[in-house]
């Protein structure tokens, strides 16, 4: 069906030249006229006085892309004003105002139900629509690259960036007749339907692998290679016995703590979920990315030194660095000690044990925005072994897991190219670059959207931050 779209018979110019031309019956307009818009400033305290509320906060419209009964709100109270001013309805949008990175903003997310308890909590905006233009339409709209990008390209700030109310109220979007508009979010719901589908299968396929690459890491990096050497207490409940001959000692013992400035002339790196450390992409959206401009504000790497990043560090945001660089000032950078091998304990502290410990030595007011900083992680323990064999694991481990590690990445890529299908779909049916209307109303009329509140690993944010670098 998706195959059989054809473009439209007429267009003409939109005035904008992001868009080009759009079909000839349908209008564009700026979200101040198509929309209401109120920034809440509730925040997740409870108070004396006020009324109890279910508060949708930055995280729930960050992670899913509808907002839905079953989602697990948070509990806080409200004054009657704020919950006449920030309570939500049914088809209202929901978006991300603020960030620590810059291409975080203007993340919609699309009320589902009813409920006069359920509040909108700070750093996000409602967008409620006014008669002729959908709700759902609205979210299809603003999930589309090209409508996105105006927000990344009215995002201010340096290290945490945010988007005024008159940037918000400027964004354009194309407005197709109010009957066109509910076809084009009936045909996105079934297309997206089958693709989450297909991702959903690869992502179970992945969670297998990744179980069994964890396996054999886990056991080489907590009882080493060697099944015939004994065994004691290491006196850490979840670690368990470790061989006769490792220690237990402090992470301070194992490393330092680096604070130089950084140095003109030396590459930018950043701390990728799935790869390590790797070099930061300047570009993104056609545009470059806002750096700092004073590199001294970053902070200097060395070859072999470990980076993490301080809010993502329990999710494994870790990894050694293979050349001197510059590294966001929202990381932490440690330099191994004598006889320490990094790469090996790169490998422990991406173990589901050791990230659940991570997490305990946090701090902050919100589980997914905890912060891991030097003077938490230098008082955790770890294991100390010989150094040779630090390095017969690494060997060991890479051995074992390449083979695991291709097939991930392979489905991976098939995920990746499903996405930016889905991407440039979204993209061209909105835009009115393909014409839905006859293939929407042939769908069957018990089809339903079939979206999940998140296809990706549920301990992983999505792919908009996997790549996580504060500037």
């Known amino acids: 069906m998706i195959a059989e779209l054809t473009p439209y018979a007429e267009y003409k110019e939109s005035g904008l030249p992001w868009l080009g031309q759009v079909p000839g019956h349908w209008e564009t307009g700026r979200l101040r006229h198509a929309c209401e818009m109120r920034v809440s400033n509730v925040d997740k305290h409870t108070k004396p006085g006020e009324t109890p509320v279910r508060l949708c906060n930055y995280m729930d419209v960050y992670k899913n892309e509808r907002i839905r009964e079953s989602t697990r709100f948070m509990a806080a109270t409200a004054s009657e004003d704020e919950r006449i001013r920030f309570g939500l309805r049914k088809d209202d949008v929901l978006i991300t105002k603020d960030s620590e990175q810059w291409n975080d903003i203007g993340v919609p997310s699309l009320v589902e139900f009813e409920a006069p308890d359920l509040v909108c909590g700070y750093h996000l905006a409602i967008l409620r629509s006014r008669p002729g233009l959908l709700g759902a339409f609205l979210h299809r709209t603003l999930e589309s690259h090209f409508i996105a990008a105006q927000f990344h390209v009215e995002a201010n700030g340096v290290t945490r960036y945010g988007l005024s109310h008159g940037a918000i109220q400027g964004i354009a979007i194309p407005l197709p007749p109010p009957a066109e508009q509910a076809a084009i979010v009936r045909f996105l719901d079934w297309a997206s339907g089958r693709l989450e589908r297909a991702i959903r299968a690869k992502r179970k396929v992945i969670a297998l692998l990744n179980e069994q690459k964890q396996a054999i890491i886990h056991r080489a990096v907590t009882r080493g290679l060697d099944p015939s050497v004994p065994l004691k207490p290491s006196g850490i409940p979840w670690l368990g016995e470790i061989p006769h001959h490792w220690r237990i000692v402090r992470n301070s013992a194992l490393f330092s703590h680096r604070v130089d400035p950084g140095i003109h002339g030396l590459p930018i790196l950043q701390v990728s979920l799935r790869s390590g450390i790797t070099s930061e992409d300047l570009y993104q959206f056609g545009r470059l990315k806002r750096l700092i401009a004073d590199h001294t504000k970053y902070k200097l790497v060395r070859r072999h030194d470990l980076a993490y990043n301080t809010m993502r560090m329990w999710q494994g ?135 999940t509140e998140d296809d990706t690993d549920p301990s992983i944010d999505p792919e908009a931050v996997d790549e996580e670098v504060a500037v």
């Open 317 to 451: 945001a870790v990894g050694v660095s293979a050349t001197d660089g510059l590294v966001s000032p929202a990381y932490v950078v440690i330099t191994p000690r004598k006889g320490v091998d990094s790469y090996f304990y790169e490998f422990v502290f991406r173990t589901a044990v050791y990230k659940q410990q991570v997490n305990r030595y946090s701090t902050g007011i919100v589980s997914d925005r905890n912060r891991l900083y030097w003077e938490s992680f230098k008082q955790m323990p770890n294991v100390l072994l010989p150094v040779e064999e630090q390095q017969a694991i690494c060997s060991f481990i890479q051995e074992k897991t390449g083979g695991l590690s291709s097939a991930i990445f392979r489905l991976e890529r098939e995920i990746e190219l499903l996405r930016e299908y889905r991407t440039c779909l979204v993209a061209d049916v909105v835009t009115g670059k393909l014409d839905v209307r006859e293939a929407a109303a042939r769908l069957p009329d018990e089809a339903q959207p079939d979206t």
